[in-house]
């Protein structure tokens, strides 16, 4: 099993997904993705910590705002949030939540980019995020689907200095891959017109050893099946909902991109 020791910036290391019910979100995620959770809400307040055989690799948390809607949260390593939440807001970013110690932990900040679309900052103090990655159970790629290509990779290239590559053709498929000396750590694509009413988000993918049992399970447990199971060149993948309708995707990864 592959585990993680640490993230360079600009690399995802964590997910939260905040929820109405951290409970049955809990039940979900555990029996299809073979997560252990452990109510830390003592500590944290409203939070839990989920792991795969010892290993944390996400959290779930109570969502506080009924208006709200329950998604994955993205995570991006910064070795100083502080000079990372400065450079969000000098590029046109806005910082929802400014940079915060979290005792025990680390310190964090959330913030919206240009296009609408939010995320984490996470400086690790001592917690590095994810313990593993791309294992079965653990996220295994992010992406940011958004309505502004060119603005989205501005702006996280400033953040970051991200290498960003072009692999669609840039209209009708405009995807961008993110690479760190040389290593392709996310992704961004241009949201097209039949993604009309789907507001900027990052995209979870999370690892499983059979896309297609995973996804058949996800309707069984409560969730929604959106589209997929497919084949692509990064693996077999199907886009899925948890029963609180916040979206994420599964993936076989091929043999030879497991880490």
Known sequence: MTERTGYPDGIPCWVELTTPDTVAASVFYGDLLGWSCEDLSEQTGRYMMCSVNGRPVAALTLQTDPSAESGWNVYLATSDVEVTAAKVEANGGKLLTPPTAEPGFGHYAV?????GATFGLWQADPFIGSQLHSEPGA???????????????AF?????????????DGAGFDYTVWQLDGEQVCGRLKMT???????????TYFAVADCDAAASRV???????AHGPFDSAYGRMAVVGDPFRAPFTLCRLPDDQQD
Do not use: K, S
């Open 111 to 115: 913030a919206a980019d240009p296009t």
């Open 139 to 153: 996220m295994c790629w992010h992406e940011i689907n958004t309505v502004d290509g060119r603005a989205a990779d």
């Open 156 to 168: 996280y290239r400033a953040l970051f200095g991200y290498e960003q590559e072009q692999i669609g």
């Open 193 to 203: 017109d039949e993604w009309a009413g789907v507001a900027p988000h990052w995209m």
């Open 219 to 225: 309707p069984e447990l409560g969730g929604e099946l």
